[in-house]
């Protein structure tokens, strides 16, 4: 079975441009989240999604960025204009609905590891 | 306020040996759930073991299992026959239930585990 997949793995840009990271979650997933990695911030919860609705942005740093589901296997979160302070991994994940349990894990894309010069 | 703590930045053991990494969460929900993700240096996440809060027996899945003490609000995993693969950052989460599933998991700041041959 294909897991959630991302795109692209690695991103090396300058400040000031638009950057778009991509994700496609699981088949029948009907949640889906998007993380920030940092060193010194640890793993942060962006934005959430389910069944293509946006639940909770709380996370979501400021007015730069931005994240939409147009349908249920596809998701973007855009940043405009990047930032250095932007320089992180961003990790995609989904998970099932919650008729299914639970004890359902939510199942991570490999990241984008995203380098604002 | 902190929900899981881990109070551990890094460990050392040693291959063949046991170790146990601490995790400990605050909630005042009920209904909880319980995970444990592994993130090597490679930088995947991947999902290891679940314990749910009214699970009568603590969970294990081959040589992971979990420590849960539910009145002390811990969840500590416990790797047995420790080898060099299972050096990595862990990281415990937890997903309240509150009303309804909403699939969001809260994450520690992770322990980082260094296995000596």
């Known amino acids: 079975d294909a897991g959630v997949i991302q795109s692209p793995r690695h991103e090396v840009t300058e400040m000031g441009q638009e950057v778009t990271l991509r994700c496609k979650p699981i088949?029948?997933?009907?949640?889906l989240f998007w993380y920030r990695q940092t060193m010194m911030r640890g793993l942060e919860l962006l934005i959430y999604f389910n069944n293509n609705v946006p639940i909770d942005d709380s996370g979501m740093p400021e007015d730069r960025f931005s994240a939409k589901m147009p349908n249920a296997s596809f998701s973007t979160l855009k940043i405009q204009p990047s930032e250095p302070r932007d320089s992180a991994v961003y990790f995609c994940?989904?998970?099932?609905?919650?008729?299914?349990?639970?004890?359902?894990?939510?199942?991570f894309g490999d990241g984008t590891r995203l380098s604002i010069l | 306020a902190q929900k899981i703590t881990q109070t551990q930045p890094g460990m050392f053991v040693q291959e063949k040996e046991a170790v146990t990494l601490d995790c400990t969460y605050d909630?005042?929900?009920?209904?909880?759930?319980l995970f444990w993700y592994k993130q090597p240096s490679s930088g995947e996440m991947i999902f290891l073991i679940y314990q749910g809060s009214y699970d009568q027996q603590n969970a294990t899945e081959g040589r992971y299992s979990l420590n849960f003490q539910k009145a002390r609000k811990s969840a500590n995993l416990v790797i047995s026959a420790s080898q060099l693969g299972d050096s990595a950052m862990y990281f415990c989460a937890m997903r309240e239930g509150r009303s309804g599933n909403t699939g969001k998991l809260i994450f520690g700041q992770g322990t980082t585990l260094q296995v000596k041959p």
């Open positions: 994940a989904s998970s099932p609905g919650d008729d299914r349990g639970s004890n359902q894990p939510q199942h």
């Open positions: 909630t005042s929900d009920p209904s909880y759930g």
């Open positions: 088949s029948g997933h009907d949640y």
